[in-house]
Structures are given as C-alpha cells and as structure tokens.
C-alpha cells in the first residue's frame, strides 16, 4: 500500500532558526515526490522532486530527495512567522487515479 | 487566471439534508478530484474523474457521490448528510495523473449537525 509519513507533525521555532521536516515515503511506481504549504486555506505547490540528490531552492526554502532511502527532506532557513503553517509531502499513486498520497502534514509555528 | 473555485466556502447543515458542493476549473484538466482533510488523517481523496464521463472511487467514497457531465465541472454530492461528513473539502484538478500542475481549490468547511 502507497504511503507517505512526515514528521516530526508539530514544531515551535523562533524566528531565525533552521527547520527540517521530514518525508519518507513507499510506493509501487514512484514518479515524483512533492511538496506543499499550506495556511488555512488550500494548499501551494513548492516543490517536484524527480531525481535523488538534486537540490531544489526557493530562497530561504530548499529540499532534496533521496531515492534509495526513500525520503525527502525540507529545509526553511532563517524562520519568519509567515513560514508558520502546515507543511505537506505527497506522491502520485501508483494506479491512474490522478490521486495523491499525502502525509499527516507538519504544523510549523514560528514565535517571534 | 488560472483556477479552481469552489463554492460555497462555508456550509452549516442538518443531518439528511442533501447538498451539492460545486467546482469548476478554467485549465482544461483532464483530471478532477476530490479530498477531504480530517485533524490527524491528511487529506484523503473521495472520488476523482479522469474525464467527461468517467470517475472511479477513491480511498474515502461512502456517502458522497460526484458526476462529470463537462470538462470543467466536478460536483460533489452528499445526498444525507451526516455529522461524520463535517470535514473541510478541496476540489483540486491536474492536467495528468501525475503532474506538478496540481490546483487546488480554495475549500469549503462543512459542518453537519
């Protein structure tokens, strides 16, 4: 059975400290693994990663996916409150469902 | 520009009382689905459509029922709700099964009592 675990599922930060949020991850036929944020509205794309060890960045935010050991990991940089939200991982499933797997998601909160 | 609506945002209902939450997309999607996210449990996909005519059950189907009559439109139907189906609801479509173009809704909490 396709399945996505993330943790840790909550974290209390300060502002300008380092976060990693972890992935790991087990599906038939893995094609991508993503990345979304999400503020208590719908979720955001912020990454697709394909490739083990290709780093993907967006200023403070970056990622990377290890395909042998099955996990992805996302780093924010230099904390904000505005990175405060739930962060979510998920994988295309196997079948031809147009479905995604997600995981329970991280609830990052960033005090100032 | 580019979207997924859903309406309405917000529905309090009574038990059985059945209602339809819609959503359209403006991308041409082939893919149209529906999930629903529960504290604890993530988001879980109901139902979902690869095109005009076709859905198939997805991993939480029980009580909702959906139809793809066009392209752009994707209905959820609760035909009796119930209170176990208070939940907040993402209409989301892509344009293949496995694309990072993945849109989602802007969803709609329901609470049934």
């Known amino acids: 059975e396709d399945k996505v675990v993330q943790s840790p599922l909550s974290l209390v930060v300060h502002e300008g400290d380092t976060v990693t949020l972890n992935c790991s991850y087990e599906v038939t036929n893995f094609r991508s693994l993503l990345w979304y944020k999400q503020e208590k509205k719908a979720p955001t794309f912020l990454f697709m990663l394909?490739?083990?060890?290709i780093e993907k960045k967006s200023g403070r935010l970056s990622s990377i996916l290890d395909k042998k050991e099955l996990f992805s990991i996302l780093n924010i940089t230099a904390t904000q409150t505005g990175d405060s939200a739930v962060y979510l991982c998920?994988?295309?499933?196997?079948?031809?469902?147009?479905?995604?797997?997600f995981g329970q998601g991280t609830t990052l909160q960033v005090k100032p | 520009e580019a979207q997924v609506t859903q309406n309405p945002r917000y529905l309090i209902t009574v038990t059985g009382k059945k209602l339809t939450v819609t959503c359209s997309q403006n991308m041409n999607h082939e893919y149209m689905s529906w999930y629903r996210q529960d504290p604890g449990l993530g988001l879980r996909q109901i139902y979902y459509s690869m095109n005009v005519e076709v859905t198939d059950k997805g991993d939480v189907p029980e009580g909702y029922k959906v139809s793809r009559k066009e392209k752009r439109n994707f209905p959820l139907i609760l035909e009796s709700p119930s209170p176990n189906q208070t939940s907040l609801y993402f209409c989301?479509?892509?344009?293949?099964?496995?694309?990072?173009?993945?849109?989602f809704g802007s969803g709609t909490r329901l609470t049934v009592v």
């Open positions: 998920a994988v295309p499933s196997s079948g031809n469902t147009g479905k995604l797997i």
């Open positions: 989301a479509s892509s344009p293949s099964d496995a694309a990072p173009g993945y849109t």
């Open positions: 394909t490739s083990s060890g």
